[in-house]
């Protein structure tokens, strides 16, 4: 009799979902808001504000290759292979994460004050590390967790669902304190404005990281591991050498359909971390939103988003994976080329807004499409991946390698935040934190990034014999799914 492949259904579902949501809200917040509270209400410089955050991202990037193999090599235990990760971390995340908005503030005559600089790079660093050995061992999950292409996608719009929603908490709380500011384009910390910012944000941090702390112990207790206990997997019980690491290693940088797919993830990553950290001072310096206003981006985040996720899930299911992928990026790459329009200084304010709407209704509604298609095509080219492994059984070889491959696209990723947060941080340095002409053009350039990602997403293709033997399994028909590739 054969087994019938594993899958996540309903609760189970949901609080594996939830670990992302949990992780992603404060993480959210933190790259939306760290940069604008730092410099604009902490004094600190820019650029060494963005140095701590790229500091942050690449250990992170580290923290998640070595989490990654750590997970591959873990003998299972009571609470299985991978779910223990999310504990062990958890009380410095949780610290770190609060502490975060309680820095000694810079003088004002004073940007490089070294007592803020080393606590806001100490932090950083120590909250990246606790906070890489829940998110990567949560993510390679997925391929144990469930074994069918149809139940992935299903996952991935769930964990992509909770994004939305984490990505509108993390930028609706700070905007609703942007918006009763007196003078929202004066908030350093000596001022009235910045000493309401200063005073409301710790309490803030502290709300989202028990968000945090609540939906990381519902994936704990929800993820089932136990199918470890009747495996036949042979885990080395030797303790991993720097040697086997290496090796490790090359399994995802040898493939080449993977190594394009990071390369997919690198751009991708840089244009998130740009809106990311560029949107507050585009709406305050070049909008020139105030009061009010600045619930207009709350109402587009929210709104655009929905109807993404609707629009992007729907055309999903009738088209395959990798040509719905490359529409959403191409929608991407226009509408942010088409914020350029607003070097134009000559628009009247209800044309800004309502060119506004368009523009970054779409950036957000496609950007957070991408989580949809993400997860599944990852997940597909690790099981491409362990099928050519022959010296292993089919099983065993997925649980060798998933927390490897995940751990390299993290790492990918954190690369990629960490470049776009440097290059940010030497842009906007000085008076150019306040140049509406450098941050529309910093914004624009999204689209070049997004444009790169698109020339590696058209180089990869999927395995049809693969995929569709996947497809079977999950009660696909062979022919249904080669209608689709």
Not at 73 to 85: D, H, L, M
Not at 145 to 169: D, G, M, P, V
Not at 366 to 394: C, H, N, Q, T, V
């Given at each position: 009799?054969?087994?019938?492949p ?7 579902l ?24 730092y410099v ?11 140095v701590?955050?790229s ?17 591959d090599?873990k ?7 991978r779910r ?36 806001l790079?100490s ?6 590390i ?26 991935a ?56 702390v ?56 840089i ?31 929210i ?20 040509k719905?992928?490359m529409?959403?990026i191409i ?18 304010v ?6 506004f709407?368009?523009?970054m ?21 690790i ?5 050519r ?19 390299l696209?993290?790492?990918?990723m ?29 914004l ?11 020339f ?22 062979e ?7």
């Amino acid at each position: 009799m054969v087994e019938s492949p594993r899958e996540l259904h309903g609760m189970r579902l949901i609080g594996y979902a939830l670990g992302n949501f949990g992780l992603i809200l404060t993480n959210m917040f933190i790259g939306v808001f760290l940069f604008q509270y730092y410099v604009y209400t902490i004094n600190l410089d820019s650029i060494l504000t963005s140095v701590g955050i790229s500091l942050q991202l690449i250990f992170s990037a580290i923290s998640s290759i070595i989490f990654g193999i750590l997970a591959d090599n873990k003998k299972p235990a009571k609470f299985g292979k991978r779910r223990p990760f999310l504990l062990y971390g958890l009380p410095t995340w949780v610290l770190t994460s609060i502490i975060l908005w309680l820095p000694p503030k810079c003088p004002q005559n004073n940007s490089l004050f070294i007592p803020t600089v080393a606590f806001l790079w100490s932090i950083l660093i120590i909250q990246s590390i606790s906070g890489s050995s829940m998110m990567t061992v949560h993510f390679s999950m997925l391929t144990e967790q469930s074994q069918t292409h149809q139940n992935r996608e299903k996952i991935a719009a769930a964990i992509t669902f909770f994004q939305i929603i984490a990505s509108i908490l993390a930028l609706m709380l700070p905007l609703i304190i942007e918006s009763i500011l007196p003078n929202p384009e004066n908030v350093k910390w000596w001022e009235p404005s910045g000493q309401i910012v200063f005073s409301y944000m710790p309490w803030i941090g502290t709300s989202f990281t028990s968000f945090g702390v609540i939906s990381i112990l519902i994936t704990f207790f929800s993820v089932d591991e136990s199918f470890h206990k009747t495996t036949t997997l042979k885990i080395s019980q030797k303790k991993a050498a720097l040697k086997s690491f290496i090796h490790q290693m090359k399994t995802p940088l040898w493939d080449k359909k993977y190594r394009n797919y990071l390369s997919v993830r690198l751009f991708t990553s840089i244009s998130g971390k740009i809106l990311g950290v560029i949107v507050i001072p585009f709406l305050t310096y070049t909008l020139l939103f105030t009061g009010s206003k600045y619930y207009i981006y709350v109402g587009v985040s929210i709104i655009s988003k929905m109807i993404g996720f609707y629009i992007w899930r729907k055309l999903l299911k009738k088209n395959s994976i990798l040509k719905i992928y490359m529409i959403c990026i191409i929608s991407s790459i226009i509408s942010c080329l088409l914020e350029l329009v607003f070097l134009i200084k000559l628009l009247s304010v209800e044309f800004e807004i309502a060119f506004f709407i368009f523009t970054m209704g779409t950036i957000l509604g496609s950007m957070y499409g991408l989580g949809l298609f993400e997860p599944p095509l990852a997940s597909a080219l690790i099981y491409e991946a362990a099928d050519r492994i022959e010296d292993l059984d089919f099983d065993e070889a997925v649980s060798k390698i998933s927390g490897v491959y995940f751990g390299l696209n993290s790492f990918i990723m954190a690369a990629g935040q960490s470049m776009a947060s440097f290059i940010i941080g030497i842009i906007l340095t000085g008076r150019n934190a306040e140049n509406s002409t450098i941050i529309t053009i910093t914004l624009a350039s999204m689209g070049i990034f997004y444009l790169l990602s698109l020339f590696f997403l058209k180089r990869i293709k999927l395995e049809k014999k693969f995929i569709s033997k996947e497809a079977l399994s999950s009660g696909v028909s062979e022919d249904d799914f080669s209608l689709k590739e």
